[in-house]
Every structure is written in C-alpha cells, then in structure tokens.
C-alpha cells in the first residue's frame, strides 16, 4: 500500500520481538498510512481497533474483519467499553494491539488530546506499552483530502513501558507519561 502510493518506510528505535509476551502499541493518529506503517514495522501479528464505519466499507472492510480488528463506536461510552474489552481479552489470550489513544487521525497536523480508554487496557492486562512516534503520515495524507503525496514515513519506536513501571500510577498519570514519551519521538 504504502510503496504503491509512493511512500518510503524509514524505522527507528527498536520494534520488540514476539518473545509470547504481547504489546499494546500506542501511536499518535497522523493519517490513514498509521496502521500500514505500524504492520510493516513490526515483525509479529498485530491487530487493533478501529471506527466502527471502516467495518461497512466495501474490500477494506471485509480485510480488517479478516484481520481480527475489533470495530469502536466512539460517540457510544458503553459501545466503546465493550469494544475495549474484547481487546483486553484478545491481549490476555497474547494477541499484540496498536490503538491511537487520540481516537482519530489529526487535522492540523499535531496531536490531540489522549482519551482514556487504551490506557484502562493497558492497567486491566498488565501488558507492555510500546509508545510509537508516526512521522510523515499526515504529509502525505491529510484526512479531508484525497491527494497522496510521496515521501518518507516514519515510525519511531520507543523504550517500553513495563507492567511494573505502571502499576502504581492512575490511568491519567499513565496518560500522561505516554503521551509525553510519544510527543519526545516525534520532535
């Protein structure tokens, strides 16, 4: 995908190895790329969530169905609950998750406010947190505009965040530290 609309991956930081532990990679949203990116840099299944409409698309929808991606209503609470849990139990079973605590891709460029919800998977599994920097995305696909400009993409991965390193803080603290390490790897 990535290659065909003129795109270079470039990888930094060291992505982890599927050792049987999973990860819950969390990213900022730049653009529609994030995911193709986050796939191809990472060396194991990955799977996530994603908004409930992409599911009714025709072919896109039928693959992340394929793929395991769990749909989330976001402007539903409850939906968006029960969405997370059944990530929370595809991580317990030691399935890998990318999730973008913004919610939805950026439209100007920098990133938004972090909702809660990964960071209360993230306490309820105990899992690893790999903060992820996307770089490039949003320049080569804005939101509301079709143009694909060629370029390089970057991930850049960052030290991760161990159960222990957590387990003590509040989900906004956890917040808080991870969407400070992810703004340090995109700067």
């Known amino acids: ?6 795109q270079k991956l470039n990888v930094k930081g060291t992505p982890p190895k599927k050792t049987g532990e999973p990860y819950l990679y969390l990213f ?21 969530v994603g908004k409930e409409s992409q599911f009714s698309w025709p072919i896109w929808g039928f693959l992340i169905k394929k ?12 939906s968006a609950i029960e969405s997370l ?28 406010p972090f909702k809660k919800g990964a960071f209360h998977v993230a306490k309820n599994t105990g899992v690893t947190i790999i903060p992820t920097g996307i770089i490039g995305a949003y ?17 850049n991965f960052g030290d991760p965040i ?15 530290l991870v969407k400070e390490k992810i703004t340090n790897l995109i700067s």
């Open 1 to 6: 995908m990535m290659f065909c609309a003129g």
């Open 28 to 48: 900022n949203h730049e653009s529609m790329f994030d995911h193709f990116m986050l796939v191809s840099a990472v060396d194991h299944y990955i799977s996530g």
């Open 67 to 78: 793929y395991g991606a769990i749909p989330i209503q976001r402007s539903n609470l409850t």
């Open 85 to 112: 849990s059944l990530a929370e139990k595809e991580i317990k079973k030691g399935i890998s998750f990318i999730i973008s605590p913004e919610g939805t891709r950026t439209l100007s460029g920098s990133m938004g």
């Open 139 to 155: 320049k080569a696909k804005k939101k509301y505009d079709w143009h694909l400009y060629p370029g390089t993409l970057t991930v």
């Open 162 to 176: 161990y159960s222990g390193d957590y387990k003590d803080l509040t989900v906004e603290n956890l917040r808080d």
